[in-house]
């Protein structure tokens, strides 16, 4: 069963521009990860920010986590064609559960 | 070796046929993990496999039954499966508790369609 909300649902932007996408849950959680899906193929995990933590990055990745929103945000800077993709975030306590994702398209 | 390694890529069955899909992983991971993904949906858990054992069924119908033989290779076993049951099929590992902790790997997938 999904765990939480993304927004939004789909973004398209501009090669070199900034890209932004929240993620909502709804349960207590151990942590937060995001992940990447190509076309529809594997899931590449890009980074955890743990319940205590409240920002974490990881080059172009910037995550921020609000425990008491139950929020998180994935800031992708200076964006590449090829960071075109889906982006789940994924909430994690004794298994782990996906968000709704986002599908962002970054045009060159 | 950092991959999970699934098999087939694509798989088209029949309604009454049975077949299995492969996961293997080499990355000394004691947890195992089976997704099932719709189109332009999120992945959503089925099975959970820890040190070999089955730790968490998600009211999974009974023609999917998982299997883990040993620490590196995980099953699923497809048997009088329904067209609705396509979907993107995939497998994951961590270390023990590796989710809280680490991320997973998962495999690229196996693109099931029941004909």
């Known amino acids: 069963s999904q765990q939480g909300e993304e927004d939004p649902q789909a973004l398209s932007i501009q090669e070199g521009e900034n890209a932004t996408m929240n993620c909502s849950y709804k349960?207590?959680?151990?942590?937060l990860q995001w992940y990447r899906q190509n076309s529809g193929r594997g899931l590449v995990h890009l980074i955890l920010?743990?319940?205590?933590?409240r920002e974490k990055h990881s080059g172009r990745l910037r995550v921020t986590l609000d425990t008491s929103k139950k929020s998180s945000s994935l800031l992708i800077t200076a964006s590449r064609a090829a960071d075109t993709a889906s982006y789940f975030c994924?909430?994690?306590?004794?298994?782990?559960?996906f968000g709704a994702g986002t599908r962002l398209t970054v045009k060159p | 070796d950092t991959e999970v390694t699934q098999t087939p890529k694509h798989l088209v069955m029949g309604m009454t046929n049975k077949k299995s899909l492969k996961c293997e992983q080499h990355?000394?991971?004691?947890?195992m993990y089976w997704y099932k993904q719709k189109a332009k949906k999120p992945p959503e858990l089925m099975f959970v496999y820890s040190y070999e054992k089955l730790s968490i069924n998600e009211s999974v119908p009974s023609r999917f039954s998982p299997e883990c033989p040993n620490s590196s290779l995980l099953n699923l076993h497809l048997h009088a499966l329904q067209p609705e049951d396509s979907a993107l099929y995939l497998c994951?590992?961590?270390?023990?508790?590796?989710?809280?902790?680490?991320?997973?790997?998962f495999g690229s997938g196996t693109r099931l369609t029941v004909v």
């Open positions: 990355m000394g991971h004691r947890a």
């Open positions: 920010i743990r319940s205590n933590e």
């Open positions: 349960t207590s959680i151990n942590n």
């Open positions: 994951a590992s961590s270390p023990p508790r590796g989710n809280i902790l680490y991320g997973y790997t």
């Open positions: 994924a909430t994690v306590l004794n298994d782990m559960r």
